[in-house]
T-cell receptor, first 114, second 114 residues
Framework: NAGVTQTPKFRILKIGQSMTLQCTQD?????MYWYRQDPGMGLKLIYY???????DKGEVPNGYNVSRSTTEDFPLRLELAAPSQTSVYFC?????????????FGAGSRLTVL | GDSVTQMEGPVTLSEEACLTI???????????LFWYVQYPGEGLQLLLK?????DKGSNKGFEATYRKETTSFHLEKGSVQVSDSAVYFC?????????????FGKGTLLTVNP
């Protein structure tokens, strides 16, 4: 059971480039999330999804986009990369119901924008 | 809105010392409370949780009690090991909604020396 898989693990972008961080889970979880982690700032929610075809903004959505065409996949798109988007990005999922609030996290994607 | 305040780090201890990491929260309703741990180079994983007042969560020798009167959920361990070196995050659930979003504290880095 792979859990939550994120790719790539590391990426360096130039200002203005675009890229997609991939996230897939094999636990049939309905709820999926993208967080960013900045030093000393904890985790901030970027976007989340409660099921295929449904997404919503979190605390810090500006500069990002998401889609959820399947239950398994929840990619995060950066359209015009900026230095402020240098961060570690974590994808997470949970099953809801009696397992609500217990998130399973991916290993993270470290992005540097120069 | 909901918020979590946890003890500033870093915390450095010798092996077998006692650990307390303070966590207080602000929330409407009755949130569930969590401690997540992040080992170097990895994603976060659930350490323990408590879903109602006076509940005690425990795991791997760590404990935390949900104190509604003081809005606190302090993490404690009687004797730390080198392998406990990690970043610890206090978190609460969005009890008022149905999307199971978590709000995280800023994290506390713990280093345990042999």
């Amino acid at each position: 059971n792979a859990g939550v898989t994120q790719t790539p693990k590391f990426r360096i972008l130039k200002i203005g480039q675009s890229m997609t961080l991939q996230c897939t889970q094999d636990m049939n979880h309905n709820y999926m999330y993208w967080y960013r982690q900045d030093p000393g700032m904890g985790l901030k929610l970027i976007y989340y999804s409660v099921g295929a075809g449904i997404t919503d903004k979190g605390e810090v959505p500006n500069g990002y986009n998401v889609s959820r065409s399947t239950t398994e996949d929840f990619p995060l798109r950066l359209e015009l990369a900026a230095p402020s988007q240098t961060s570690v990005y974590f994808c997470a999922s949970n099953q809801g119901g009696s397992g609500a609030n217990v998130l399973t996290f991916g290993a993270g994607s470290r992005l540097t924008v120069l | 809105g909901d918020s979590v305040t946890q003890m500033e780090g870093p915390v450095t201890l010798s092996e077998e010392a006692c650990l307390t990491i303070n966590c207080t929260y602000t929330a409407t309703g009755y949130p569930s409370l969590f401690w997540y741990v992040q080992y170097p180079g990895e994603g976060l994983q659930l350490l323990l949780k408590a879903t109602k007042a006076d509940d005690k969560g425990s795991n791997k020798g760590f404990e935390a009690t949900y104190r509604k009167e003081t809005t606190s959920f302090h993490l404690e361990k009687g004797s730390v090991q080198v392998s406990d070196s990690a970043v610890y995050f206090c978190a609460l659930s969005d009890s008022g909604g149905s999307n199971y979003k978590l709000t995280f504290g800023k994290g506390t880095l713990l280093t345990v020396n042999p």
